[in-house]
């Protein structure tokens, strides 16, 4: 108000452009109120004011600055996709009123400004499809969405061949449908599904198991370090150290996320979004994936459940009374009793006073043995 109160009769306000915005990108579930508020300020409640201040002005343009995030949505822009919306209907209010108004849904911008700023951003952005645009010819398409009829003209560069992957989940959506490039790769995708059998749903699983053991770990290694640096915008994985943490780094809730995605479509796993605060370096998630894509079958303890089927199935063939069984289960009990620290050593004396489950169990009455195992499960 007060600037609007400066501005002299003889030159007349006569457009306003309004550009104002703050990013506080986060996944939806560490969003609060207050990443809504700062996010919604800077941009429905100053557009909203200059909207009241100017209502009586006879104005050639009112311009709203919005963004595509907006139109389509976008990935952690929960706050910021409702604070452009709202700019979007205030648009559509002004033009209902009769007063001017163009609210510019714009992609990402080249250079400088919120999007270039941020490698996090223009990369997440590029990934999604939204390569930077020229400003000269983003200006270029201001000017002529100005003088346009369009309320809420979209002005962006699209890489459809990505974008449409982005769109798989909502084909033959009535807000991209008729765009010929997003058609073609429909056909292309049909095609596809129908052609040949599917995919194998993880390559990588099967290239680990055709290596060399000691090779697994650090091929996982690269291929963690190299999304990793994708996901922060980097050229090259060469500055991703293994032992560093992911958030030390520079990810942050949102990219923690697009990190797990990329590994569970590289590794077909379903990996929980806790992924990478589980196991917060390249190195330690190397390993967390290699023991669930290529256990290996050699480490003893791995072998243990199937070890463990087999003597059920041959003790449960035996009768009840059979010496043999009678013998395993005792030393099962023993085992148990010592494997859960709980009285082991005193567990297992047997009637006949001595550490028999320890030791050869042959000289131990049939009647001894059935004593210790009523003891132990506390029968007696
Ligand atoms: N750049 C892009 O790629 C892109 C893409 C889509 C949409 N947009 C939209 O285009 C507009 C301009 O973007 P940009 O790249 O120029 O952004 P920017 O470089 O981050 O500049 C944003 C400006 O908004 C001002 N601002 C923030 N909060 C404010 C508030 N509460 N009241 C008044 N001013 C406030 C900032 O002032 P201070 O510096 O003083 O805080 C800054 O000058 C924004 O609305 C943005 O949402 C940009």
Redesign the pocket.
């Known amino acids: 108000a007060g600037l609007l109160e400066r501005i002299s009769a003889e030159v007349p306000l006569s457009a306003v452009v309004?550009?104002?915005?703050?990013?506080d990108d986060g996944v939806l579930d560490g969003l609060s109120v207050e990443r809504f508020e700062g996010v919604l300020?800077?941009?429905a409640?100053?557009a909203w004011h200059l909207h009241e201040l100017t209502r009586g002005l006879d104005l050639s343009a009112f311009v709203l600055?919005?963004?595509?995030?907006a139109t389509v949505g976008g990935a952690g822009q929960g706050n910021?996709a409702a604070a452009?919306a709202y700019l979007d209907a205030l648009a559509e209010v002004r033009r209902a009123e009769g007063l001017p108004a163009t609210s510019i849904?714009?992609?990402?911008?080249a250079e400088?400004?919120?999007?270039?700023?941020s490698a996090l951003v223009s990369g997440r952005m590029e990934r999604f499809g939204l390569p930077?645009?020229d400003p000269a010819l983003a200006v270029t398409a201001l000017e002529r969405a100005i003088s346009g009829s369009d309320t809420c003209p979209v002005i962006t560069d699209v890489d459809w061949s990505r974008f449409g992957k982005e769109l798989s989940g909502s084909r033959n959506s009535a807000l991209f449908g008729e765009i010929a490039e997003v058609q073609e790769l429909y056909r292309t995708v049909d095609h596809a599904s129908t052609d040949g059998p599917a995919e194998p749903t993880s390559a990588l699983a099967e290239t680990l198991a055709a290596l060399p053991v000691a090779e697994r770990e650090p091929m996982l290694l690269d291929v963690i370090r190299k999304h990793t640096a994708t996901v922060l915008g980097y050229g090259t994985p060469t500055g991703i150290d293994a032992e560093r943490g992911f958030f030390e780094m520079g990810l942050d809730s949102l990219t923690a996320v697009e990190l797990r995605n990329r590994l569970n479509t590289a590794s077909g796993l379903r990996l929980p979004s806790t992924t990478l605060f589980d196991y917060a370096s390249p190195a330690a998630l190397a390993r967390h994936l290699l023991a669930e894509l290529a256990p290996d079958a050699s480490a003893p303890e791995n072998a243990l459940p199937e070890e463990i089927d087999r003597l059920e199935s041959v003790l449960s063939a035996l009768p009840e009374d059979d010496m043999a069984r009678v013998r395993a289960v005792v030393r099962l009990q023993s085992m148990l009793a010592k494997l859960s620290h709980a009285g082991a050593g005193t567990a297992v004396q047997g009637a006949s006073g001595g550490d028999a489950l320890d030791g050869d169990l042959d000289g131990v009455s049939v009647d001894e043995l059935f004593d210790v195992i009523d003891r132990e499960l506390g029968d007696a």
Not at 18 to 23: D, E, I
Not at 105 to 109: D, I
């Open positions: 309004h550009a104002a915005g703050v990013l300020r800077a941009k409640e100053g600055f919005s963004s595509f995030s910021y452009n849904a714009w992609g990402p911008w400088s400004g919120m999007a270039a700023d930077p645009m």
